[in-house]
């Protein structure tokens, strides 16, 4: 309640002078940067420089890494024959044309790249016929022969 009381009475007060005079004692902030750090001047512009610089180091890395995952989804589509990508081409040119893909993502493309050629070769297409069932494989095939061999009995004469 005092609280409420004083809140009211109180910040009217303050503009004309009256109550509140211990909260009045404010510091004052010094007006030159390098002071307020607790620094030289030459000391503050150094630091400045400094922190410049480290921020053009890092957005650099940070365009860089999003170039080489533009160039790697760029490879994506091509191995895919998926449409190209503006905004690639243009991060990957914003870079430089310097930009390689990691090596470990490379070698993630490349296991893939394997195992889909391994299931488009006949080693693989054999691979898939062990995974078959060989009963029915062998009951098709004999009944294909047996309808093959009434067909042509019709048809030939000399059978």
Do not use: W
Request: charged share 40%; with cysteine; hydrophobic share 35%.
């Amino acid at each position: 309640m005092a609280f409420l009381i004083k809140s009211m009475v109180g910040n009217p007060l303050k503009g004309m002078g009256l109550g509140g005079g211990e909260e009045k004692a404010e510091e004052e902030t010094p007006k030159d940067p390098a002071a307020a750090a607790g620094m030289t001047r030459e000391e503050y512009e150094e630091y400045q420089k400094q922190l410049v610089e480290e921020k053009m180091e890092r957005d650099a890395d940070f365009l860089h890494k999003k170039a080489e995952r533009a160039t790697l989804r760029v490879c994506l589509r091509e191995k895919y024959r998926l449409p190209k990508s503006e905004q690639d081409e243009n991060m990957i040119q914003m870079a430089g044309d310097d930009v390689d893909v990691p090596e470990e993502l490379l070698k993630m493309v490349d296991e893939d790249a394997t195992e889909e050629e391994e299931k488009d070769s006949i080693l693989g297409q054999m691979q898939n016929l062990q995974n078959m069932d060989m009963d029915q494989i062998k009951e098709k095939a004999s009944a294909t022969l047996t309808e093959m061999k009434s067909k042509a009995e019709e048809k030939c004469s000399v059978m």
